[in-house]
């Protein structure tokens, strides 16, 4: 037996143990005694040394521990890892949404509501699907729309309606998020006007589920001339409910709701008379690329707003959402956006409790229900997964790897439409992370493990806007190449043009 060997699994004790029996039965009293002394010592001696390579580098005088985060955190691809078996018991969400909102009776007063209708009387208007529609404002493109993309402003006549529902929606997004004052409501700036003429004519059942419209807004629909009902249907339940629309009132759908309810005015419910139904939302061709980023403590710096310096930049418009744990992760707050991009779980698997690779599966297992539970309210949604960023703790960082191991060989192979927010391997680079992307010390003056700084923040947001924009190219790098990523500019990473004709599928990026 070879006490001397310390280089071995740490587990060998067991061995250890054996080999003492055998010892013991050989040797006296005396002996025996010595020699388990000794072998205490050793496996003192030798706990220590693990401890001292898995300690705060800080102990060491540098940044990281002698085993670099790199040669623990590049081989990914080549250890497959044994993979978690979700099956299809993912729990079902509640998407918490209602069909209307709200209904406001009387929200035009008599006087406007008479000169409104004289107006549209004197538009011409395009037949379409069982009405004829006119749109003023943002053009909104929808499937079968007739109305075309030479949309005239909207009217002065329009504009005091106009400007209560904008006071709406403010109101509504407020109290969506009371706490964030800072936050700019969405702008109402486009009216589709139905025009509704007879007993034949119907809406085809639908829901307003275009990327192109604000996915945390509310459509605003108002009421003129002959009531009717419009009948709203849960898509996966099938449960219908009617809606009565009287002349001159408001009934308000959220743009999530639309992921959940279709509506449509059934054939042959329409009474005889006109009636006009003017549709009131927030129309941008930005939209397409609206992001939801859930995230940790990682994410803090990251922000969406139109400020070229130090935000996402307006052409990725967003919100993001705070979630230092995995099941904090709210899968309604993703519904309607066109991209969900996910950093969470390093806290998760930090806790004391996890500590061997099937630990690290569970927390796993969780990401990948919520990014299930995610696609299940939001279909159209693509969603964008981070690998956890490597920590100064190479204990913590062998947890991570596990974590990213199954990202990669379970989440990507398995889940269609699930994307990588790729590049990491700044962040891979010990010295690179140590010297430039990370904090030293946190608030406290304590040793930081696992904070970006702000540069180490620019380039994650580079990255992610990056990923998403490929995308939504189809693969095709349109950056410009400013070469400031690491300056301040992570709003410019991608070159920027409003005008969608010579964009690929559309989308101005
Ligand atoms: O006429 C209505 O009440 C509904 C109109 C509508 O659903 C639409 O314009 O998308
Ligand atoms: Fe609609």
């Given at each position: ?27 006296n ?13 050793v ?116 504009k ?25 409501p ?56 009617s ?40 129309i ?45 992760i ?30 690290v ?31 100064k ?12 191991r ?21 962040f891979?680079?010990n ?79």
């Amino acid at each position: 037996m070879s006490i001397g060997d310390i280089s071995g699994p740490s587990d060998s004790l067991l061995s250890q143990e054996n080999s003492i029996k055998c010892i013991e039965s050989e040797m006296n009293e005396a002996c025996q005694t010595d020699i388990r002394k000794l072998i205490n010592e050793v496996c003192q001696l030798k706990t220590e040394l693990i401890n001292l390579s898995s300690a705060p580098a800080s102990l060491h005088g540098s940044h990281f521990p002698s085993e670099s985060t790199e040669q623990l955190l590049t081989t990914i691809s080549f250890h497959p890892t044994r993979v978690p078996q979700t099956g299809c018991e993912v729990p079902l969400v509640q998407h918490r949404q209602i069909p209307v909102s709200d209904t406001k009776h009387e929200f035009v007063d008599q006087t406007e509501a008479n000169e409104l209708q004289v107006f549209f009387d004197s538009c011409s208007f395009k037949p379409e699907n069982g009405h004829s529609v006119m749109s003023f404002g943002s053009p909104y493109q929808y499937t079968g729309s007739q109305s075309s993309t030479d949309v005239p402003p909207i009217p002065d006549i329009l504009k005091p309606l106009l400007e209560r529902v904008n006071s709406v929606q403010s109101d509504i997004y407020r109290s969506l998020y009371p706490d964030q004052p800072f936050l700019a409501p969405p702008e109402i700036n486009s009216c589709l006007v139905n025009k509704y003429q007879g007993s034949d004519s119907y809406l085809p059942r639908h829901a307003d589920r275009e990327m192109t419209i604000h996915p945390e807004s509310s459509i605003f629909t108002i009421s003129l001339g002959q009531s009717c009902d419009v009948t709203f249907t849960e898509r996966e339940s099938g449960t219908e409910s009617s809606h009565p629309c009287p002349d001159r009132s408001l009934y308000i759908m959220s743009r999530r709701s639309q992921e959940v309810f279709d509506h449509e005015i059934e054939k042959g419910s329409m009474p005889a008379g006109i009636r006009y139904s003017l549709t009131f939302r927030c129309i941008s061709w930005t939209h397409k690329n609206s992001t939801c980023l859930i995230g940790d403590s990682n994410t803090r710096f990251l922000r969406f707003g139109s400020n070229k310096r130090g935000t996402f930049g307006e052409q990725m418009p967003g919100q993001k959402f705070w979630a230092p744990k995995l099941r904090d992760i709210d899968p309604v707050s993703c519904m309607g956006y066109s991209n969900v991009v996910l950093l969470c779980g390093i806290n998760d698997i930090k806790e004391s409790q996890i500590q061997c690779e099937s630990d690290v599966a569970d927390c796993y297992t969780l990401l990948k229900q919520k990014i299930k539970q995610i696609k299940s309210l939001s279909a159209c949604t693509t969603v964008f997964v981070c690998q956890l960023l490597p920590t100064k703790d190479l204990t913590l960082n062998r947890k991570v790897n596990d974590f990213n191991r199954l990202i990669h060989f379970d989440l990507f192979p398995s889940c269609k439409d699930v994307e990588y927010v790729e590049g990491f391997r700044q962040f891979v680079c010990n010295r690179v992370l140590a010297a430039e992307l990370s904090m030293h010390l946190d608030r406290l003056g304590r040793f930081n493990m696992l904070h970006l700084n702000r540069a180490g923040a620019r380039v994650l947001a580079s990255l992610i806007k990056q990923s998403i924009f490929l995308r939504v190219h189809g693969g095709v790098d349109k950056r410009r190449h400013t070469g400031r990523v690491n300056g301040r500019l992570y709003s410019n990473v991608v070159a920027t043009s409003l005008h969608p004709s010579g964009m690929v599928d559309g989308c101005q990026v």
